[in-house]
């Protein structure tokens, strides 16, 4: 059985960024964090997938990679939104990765994404992380379109396109399954 974390970034009194609607980055990547959970069990039922958290809890980022060290998943994904420092100047999808398997799996995400999505500013970076960096499992840290943009904001907020965009990053991974489990 292979394993998957998904880690909502933020959290407790962490509210990462704020939207230009005023939503907290911490209460969407725990909503799109849970949303890729059940999307990824619903594609394979047999996948155990586990949370760094499930409500409005605070976690440090070596809190977070101690649990990866406790459950050994095959895989991590850590769930964000984008900010900028100015409104409506930054747009896009990003996913960082440190290793080669990283980068194997965000490219299938990306293609993924791109089918529905026209998506300008995106691609995928290496970076070091701590989440990535220090995780034992392949990780992907995933920056879902930029809270402090208008236009992306509007992906964010409506359920539709939401649910479309989860279930594309959930496509992504399980296409890229061979890199992972």
Request: proline content about 3%; hydrophobic content about 40%.
């Amino acid at each position: 059985m292979s394993t998957i974390i998904v880690c909502a970034g933020h959290g407790g009194t962490d509210p990462g960024a704020i939207g230009i609607t005023g939503i907290l980055e911490k209460d969407a990547n725990l909503h799109f964090g849970l949303l890729l959970g059940d999307a990824l069990q619903r594609i394979d039922p047999a996948l155990d997938i586990k949370y760094t958290r499930q409500d409005d809890s605070a976690l440090t980022l070596k809190e977070r990679v101690a649990i990866e060290h406790k459950l050994l998943p095959n895989l991590f994904v850590s769930v964000h939104c984008n900010s900028s420092p100015q409104p409506n100047q930054g747009s896009g999808f990003e996913i960082y990765y440190t290793t080669v398997r990283g980068c194997k799996i965000a490219g299938s995400v990306l293609a993924e994404v791109k089918k529905d999505f026209k998506i300008h500013g995106s691609g995928i970076f290496k970076e070091n992380f701590y989440v990535l960096k220090y995780t034992k499992a392949v990780a992907i840290l995933l920056e879902l379109f930029f809270i402090n943009n208008e236009e992306d904001c509007k992906i964010l907020e409506d359920p539709v396109r939401a649910t479309l965009l989860i279930q594309q990053i959930a496509r992504g991974i399980m296409d890229s399954r061979d890199v992972w489990k």
